[in-house]
């Protein structure tokens, strides 16, 4: 059950979406919010007021307008009184020019409804029409007797979907998508797990990812930007429109005006100690999906061993193609791919983490061989991947990059609505972020592992980036910005997904890895396919 | 590439008043960087383009101000071969991670 409880009237422009596309108005009635082009040039056409026959008395604006008969709710852009006291409804539509001014199914279904509310409230409506303000055109609305039935019948089935435990499937091979503005929440060329033919591309979000790392800094807001200063010097100013994420290593001050502006746009921070540990998230109250999040908790506590399956063999899958392309150690790869297949079979959780264990036991005993060059030195310091405390520099750069990634994946999660805490693999007792942790696992090897890889293979890493303090090896200042540069690089770097056969940023990747888990918890899709790279 | 890609803008205004000339750089300043007094640099998409139009609209006296914006391109293509500064120049915002 989706959007407004039972008894809740429906805003009609709900049921205008549901005519488009059922899935359109399903992901919106869950919360899910896009910003387009096209949305906010309808915002700005209604504010437009060069309608030649407007400007006369008695045109009313923005009018609400409610029919309990039919259980909808809407808002009227304009509503002109003539002088016989009847209404004639006008609809502004910022179609581009390049398109026909023509009515579409889901506009007569709009304002058919607006019209019928009308006169329930005791109007008498001589006239409706929709003006296309990019054409300069005002067109007749049909509101024939069939008219009406389909009007009426389009909120008979919004209802019903709204009301359906699983979410619609998109639509296939739709132009429809191609104009669409929740294309990207919604994947429906995705859904289907296959390579995807024709490619929609959703435009970069255009936005920066900051991370403040200067001890002592305080990053503010003042005039719609985003301030950084340290000790009276500006480290940074840019626009908050401009920022798509705010990691805070260790000890920066972030003001509370700062913070509640990032979350009132929806921009997740996410705080971490200066040795690189997650210690917390402030996401905003306004989160999509609530429905499919009660899912996700009923699924986690009853285990959903097909997700915790494909996570592992991804996560071991990758890993083994890792130490192939970077390594010297074919037995090891050979066991760790062995591991992958058995895992893939495995019956019970207990033997998927087994496997999972096994392999790690031989991806980070040979792990040294991946270290060439500058690096060569590191090969002796590395006795065996050691959490906590981190006791040489390749353990503590791995800490802070599966923080870093940790991050990364928590935003993907958190902005498809879904729980961080309640998870497939992980198990949610330990107060961990069990769902995060779980989607990380596919991306450790080829996000972290091949950062940390990389860092210390070209020189930008080195043992003097790090420092020991009673026995514990930390970053440096230098070090911390180093591989913080070079882990963005890499997320914002783009491959080849296997599954879909497209070229994406790792970044975008999570967050397309994020919506299957979604698609699998509110019924889109069955199942869900981890990443393995080739 | 998309339709829905940023480009970069140049915005240069001329306003009389001086109340309406402060609200128009506050505007700006929230999307952009200042380049000159009243030349700003703004990185945008289509949607926030709209809006920032939309809200410079409301802002000025159409009969007796001006408002200039000069789409640069693809932002893509990058900022810094297109910006020739002489003179004293101030910093634009950058692309990528901003690692402070």
Redesign the interface.
Known sequence: MNGARDGDPLPISLVTHHVFCPRRAWLEAAGEKT???Q???G??AH?ATDDPSTGREGVLRGVEVVSERLGVVGRCDTVEIAPDGTAVIVEYKATPVRRRAELTEAMKVQVNLQAAALEEMGYIVSGQYVYFTGHRLRVPVPRTAADRRVAEAAVRATVSTLAARDAPAPLEDDPRCMACSHVGVCLPDERKLEPVRRRI????P?T???????PG?RASTR???LL?HHQGES????????VQAVVVHGNVDLSGGLLRELLWRGVPVVFTTGTGRVVGWATGASSPNGASRVRQHVASAEGRLDLAREFVVAKISNQATLLRRLGGAPEAVAAIRAAARAAQGAGSLTEVLGFEGEAAAQYFAAFPTMLKGPALGLRTTFASRSRRPAGDPLNAALNYAYALLLGDVLRAVLTAGLDPHAGFLHSSNRNKPALALDLCEEFRAPVADSTVVGAFNNGELSTSDFTSVLGITILRPGGK?AL??AY?RRA?GTFRHPTFDYTVTWRRAMEIQARLVLGVLDGTQLCYRGIRVR | ??????HHYLVAYDIVDDRRRDRVA??L?????RLQYSVFWV?????????L??SLQ?LINQAEDSVLICDLGP?STGSSGRLTCIGRSRSV????????
């Open positions: 910003d387009t082009a949305m906010a040039a915002t700005a504010r591309v959703v435009a970069d255009d920066q990812v900051l991370h403040l790392t200067t800094s005039s719609g930007r950084v480290l940074a100013s840019i626009p908050l429109e401009r910005k913080i540069a963005e914002s | 590439m998309s339709r829905g890609d940023a506050k505007r300043q929230a999307s952009g960087d990185r945008a998409n289509p949607a926030r383009l709209i809006r139009q939309a409301s932002a915002s950058g692309e990528n991670a901003l690692i402070v």
